[in-house]
């Protein structure tokens, strides 16, 4: 009898963890390179398509987190919170080739907001092996042998060049351009054993993706309405809400000097508390998060408490808000949401609210 009841303690302590506050599943760039190839991990870029054309992870999809979310001509999400209707999203995802047996990994450059945005539209959606690319691209290519020696190839030519440009003698700059040669054809002969690659999304064999309703998951995901309560609320209460709204944006967004072409109206939500991204994300070192340490200094100076119900936006929510969100749940901040849709929904609602 104690013992049943200790596992049901257990299964309750780690459902509440699943609920509230609970990191995001992050994977190391080290394991992550181990999977590249497996037929049953499917990598997904969620940045737009001319930089996935570029360079992004061999065999990996492309879904923009801009895009993920789907709003009329109003700015009308006809199944908020969720990015999509179930149906549209399950469609969308079929024609990807995605499986539900699949492991995803969501990336980007290293940054940040486009993975998770990627990863807080699986995420509500249910997909039940989700996993979020600690170091995206530039992770990888720390980790690929083949990507460590063309970069060390790479190097050595800048360095002949700089010899070559130096020296007046023809004799030593002949050895220096067949050795700039010799480079070329060791460089040539990497790139297509490197993880990282160039070139257009492929097409795809549409798969059967289901997406069960018993399984959307809405614990981090807040609609226009849920929102607006806040808002008003901290128009009413100021600094002594129960409520936080952070906008996640540059500074000529907040004050709508500049805008999507696709809203009505630039500016910011009312009592929005800023926070621009690019404070979250560890530029330095290559990493979509700071440490903890300077994650919560971020936090603490702008005012957000842990005891407070918090929503974080930017232009369509995946992407710059969910990377908000992310990062306070990495710090156990348990009531935090984003605003899908954001600013899409809000500034073309001309019932609601704005400052500039």
Known sequence: MKMTTGIALIGSILTTNLLFGAPINKISPTEAFKLIGNKNVVFVSGDDNETYEAFH????????????????????????????????????????????????????????????????????????NLKFLDGGMDGIKSVDPMQVKYDALKKEKKAIKKQIEASKDKTQIAKFQ??????????????????????VEPKYIRSNYKIDPKAINKTYIADKDEVKKAVFDIMKNGKKSKFVVIDSRSMDEIIGEKKMDNVARGGHIPGATFIEWK???????????KSKTELQKVFDKAGVKKDQIIYAYCQVGAGRGSHIVSALRELGYENVKVFTGSWDVWGNDMSLPIRR
Not at 79 to 108: F, V
Not at 179 to 196: G, R, V
């Open 57 to 128: 992870i061999k065999d990996s999809i492309e879904m923009y987190a801009h895009h993920l979310h789907h709003s009329d001509k109003m700015g009308n999400m006809h199944c908020a919170p969720l990015y999509r209707c179930p149906t549209d999203a399950q469609n969308y995802i079929s024609s990807k080739g995605i499986r539900n047996d699949q492991m995803i990994i969501a990336y980007d450059s290293y940054k940040g907001p486009n993975a998770t945005g990627v990863y807080s539209f699986f995420e509500s959606f249910g997909h039940k």
């Open 178 to 199: 067949a050795n700039i040669k010799s480079i070329e054809t060791q460089m040539a002969a990497l790139e297509p054993k490197m993880a990282i690659q160039p070139g």
């Open 279 to 289: 404070q979250i994300s560890d530029e330095e070192n290559s990493k979509p998060f």
